[in-house]
């Protein structure tokens, strides 16, 4: 049985931009953490670098096994069947979570192929369009939130686990299921990234010219189509459920301002509502916050999670038998309890 003064160690597998960064920002809690991969590039950087890593994902899951370590897949969506796959053959019973960026999917892959591993969805906000060991970073998640997928059934412990280990990586702990998970990021991430692959797209094809004038706007407008192409494929597609109807939404948005243009030569209603929605995000990142604990030991604590971090709450502290939430100080007024 875990006890509250124990330091759970980790195994991260895969040490790309994600994996590699949680590797050294865990290490730089002080925790015991190693790694796995199969880039023979990224292991032979980690290692120089002075971090643990294993020769082969077995090796490292088996110190796992023996340790009792916290397990996180830190690979695309594609090679997640096979570590799970390694996973079941020399740690089936394993504590685990994962970093990918679709929660829906990777439980599904979790109940198939390794149903008795015990299993806390995770996912971090945060990223770079860099990849590989080398793009990482130990502070890549300081004020990031981190999704912690918290369903009716989530394992108490290791729910408790995976919030510890985003908190002592600098993030802050976001509770809520993998189905509204996977909603948000196909309108905050995965939309956002075939827009820009688009918006580029037509930029280049306007040729030198184009290219020439192009400036803040286009620049910022497509950032993240500088990602490598394969990452963000595995990533749009292995949420292709979630993706569609907000693809379908966009799409009527720029058909409405089509149609707009072609009629009666107005972008207005558009252009608006776009800068109403990023006043939105604006003032929700202004907006003052306060402390609200959350008892954890009690029948409906999934529930209140999820609610609280519908409405923006974050988990900062884990005391006791208590979790400790930053929340828009007008919900506590508006939502008492």
């Known amino acids: 049985m875990r006890q509250d003064d124990v330091v759970r160690p980790v195994c991260v597998l895969g040490l790309g931009l994600i994996g590699g960064s949680l590797l050294r920002a865990a290490a730089a809690s002080g925790r015991a953490v190693w790694g796995a991969t199969l880039s023979t590039e990224d292991a032979k950087l980690a290692a120089e670098q002075g971090y643990a890593v294993e020769p082969t994902v077995q090796d490292a899951l088996a110190r796992a096994d023996e340790q009792d370590a916290l397990v996180v897949l830190a690979a695309p969506l594609p090679a997640i069947g096979q570590l799970l796959a390694t996973l079941t053959e020399v740690a089936p019973e394993v504590r685990l979570t994962d970093v990918v960026s679709v929660k829906s999917p990777v439980a599904d892959m979790v109940r198939r192929h390794t149903p008795l591993a015990r299993y806390v969805g995770g996912h971090p906000m945060a990223g770079a369009t ?46 809520a299921s993998a189905d509204e998970h996977d909603e948000a990021v196909a309108r905050v991430s995965h939309l956002p990234h075939l827009l820009a692959a688009v918006l580029a797209s037509v930029g280049a094809d306007g040729g030198e010219l184009a290219l020439a004038l192009a400036a803040g ?22 949420n292709r459920d979630a993706l569609l109807p907000v693809v379908d939404e966009a799409l009527g948005r720029l058909g409405a301002a089509r149609g707009s243009l072609a009629s009666t030569g107005a972008l207005t ?17 202004a907006v003052d916050r306060v402390e609200h604990q959350v008892e954890l030991n009690v029948y409906d604590t999934a529930t209140r999670l999820r609610e609280l971090g519908r409405q923006g709450g974050q988990i900062v502290r884990l005391e006791g038998a208590t979790a400790v939430l930053l929340v828009p100080s007008d919900l506590l007024s508006d939502n008492s309890g």
């Open 130 to 175: 860099a990849s590989g060991w080398s793009a990482g970073s130990a502070t890549l998640f300081k004020d990031a939130s981190w999704v912690v997928g918290t369903e009716d059934d989530s394992d108490r412990e290791v729910w408790r686990d995976v919030v510890e280990l985003a908190l002592a990586c600098g993030a802050r702990a976001v509770p």
């Open 217 to 238: 706007s286009f620049t910022d407008g497509t950032r993240v189509a500088g990602t490598r192409a394969e990452l963000v494929a595995a990533m749009c597609e292995g």
């Open 269 to 285: 209603a558009t252009i608006k509502a776009g800068h109403q929605g990023r006043q939105s995000l604006d003032a929700y990142r």
